[in-house]
């Protein structure tokens, strides 16, 4: 298996998408967002499509799309209460034009599929350096605002007193969701973006007692489920998104168990 260079380039492509997902998905949490990140992923879908249509290529298409819903919900709704309908508003328009847009591209089912579904195997050089490079560009952004991020997520109506915009740091940080949402449509698709996103961070949430002990967990779970997932699909031939979404929801189940009885021993 890891003597195909196929092989190779798919557990390096994972292996990115997982650490900025699970970096990106914790504090997605932490900021409870995580709404936010499923309506990008079809707004995401619209986007591509859409590209698709005009003979632009989808993942700029995507990219694009995520990255004007990600600013549109920060700018409208950097409080929590504000947030949701801003999401939801965003959220059914895409879903609108994403329909119409499939209306006119049913002729192109198997790249509907890739889209929606993800095909990490797919995945060429070209990709690959496009996907480093974004990451890059990811992490940069958040090492660079990760305290003003934290104090903002944690202790909103102090930072705002302090002088921290949180409308700029919810545009950025929305941004950036969008960013790593189109880096994982390779991997796990569009519609499956929250088994890396979400699933690895919920679990570190659970099991950690600190913010940075639970970004290293959430990363390294990440890791694990999506290099698992591309183990047990060569194994079982079965897609590499469903053993990933399938790993994300059990090893989040004994995650539940594990806290259940931790909290059983404190008491």
């Given at each position: 298996m890891f003597s195909l260079e196929f092989m190779q380039t798919a557990f390096i492509a994972s292996g990115i998408v997982a650490i900025i997902c699970g970096l990106v998905g914790y504090f997605l949490l932490i900021r409870r967002e995580a709404f936010a990140g499923h309506a990008l992923s079809h707004v995401g879908f619209a986007?591509?499509?859409?590209?698709?249509?005009?003979?632009?290529?989808?993942?700029?298409?995507?990219l694009v799309f995520s990255l004007g819903a990600g600013g549109?919900?920060?700018?409208?709704?950097?409080?929590?209460?504000?947030?949701?309908?801003?999401?939801?508003l965003v959220l059914s328009t895409s879903m609108?034009?994403?329909?119409?847009?499939?209306?006119?591209?049913?002729?192109?089912?198997?790249q509907v599929t890739g889209l929606l579904f993800g095909n990490i195997f797919s995945v060429d050089t070209q990709?690959?350096?496009?996907?480093?490079?974004?990451?890059?560009?990811?992490?940069?952004?958040?090492?660079?605002?990760?305290?003003?991020?934290?104090?903002a997520s944690l202790q909103p109506d102090l930072a705002e007193a302090k002088g921290v915009s949180l409308r700029r740091v919810s545009i950025l940080f929305l941004g950036l969701v969008?960013?790593?949402?189109?880096?994982?449509?390779?991997?796990?698709?569009?519609?499956?973006?929250?088994?890396?996103?979400?699933g690895p961070a919920a679990v570190a949430r659970q099991l950690s007692t600190t913010v940075w002990k639970g970004v290293f967990l959430s990363i390294i779970l990440a890791i694990a489920e999506a290099w698992g997932g591309i183990i047990i699909a060569w194994i079982t031939d079965y897609p590499?998104?469903?053993?990933?979404?399938?790993?994300?929801?059990?090893?989040?189940?004994?995650?539940?168990?594990?806290?259940?009885?931790?909290?059983?021993?404190?008491?």
């Open positions: 986007g591509a499509t859409g590209a698709s249509l005009v003979g632009v290529s989808p993942f700029l298409g995507l549109l919900i920060g700018a409208i709704g950097p409080k929590l209460k504000d947030r949701d309908i801003a999401i939801g609108g034009l994403g329909l119409l847009f499939l209306h006119f591209y049913t002729r192109y089912a198997s990709t690959l350096y496009g996907l480093i490079i974004l990451s890059l560009v990811c992490c940069a952004v958040m090492l660079f605002f990760m305290r003003p991020l934290l104090f969008a960013c790593v949402t189109a880096a994982c449509v390779q991997v796990t698709g569009i519609l499956l973006t929250f088994s890396l996103m979400v590499v998104s469903f053993w990933i979404s399938l790993l994300s929801f059990a090893i989040y189940l004994f995650s539940l168990l594990i806290s259940k009885k931790l909290s059983l021993i404190r008491k």
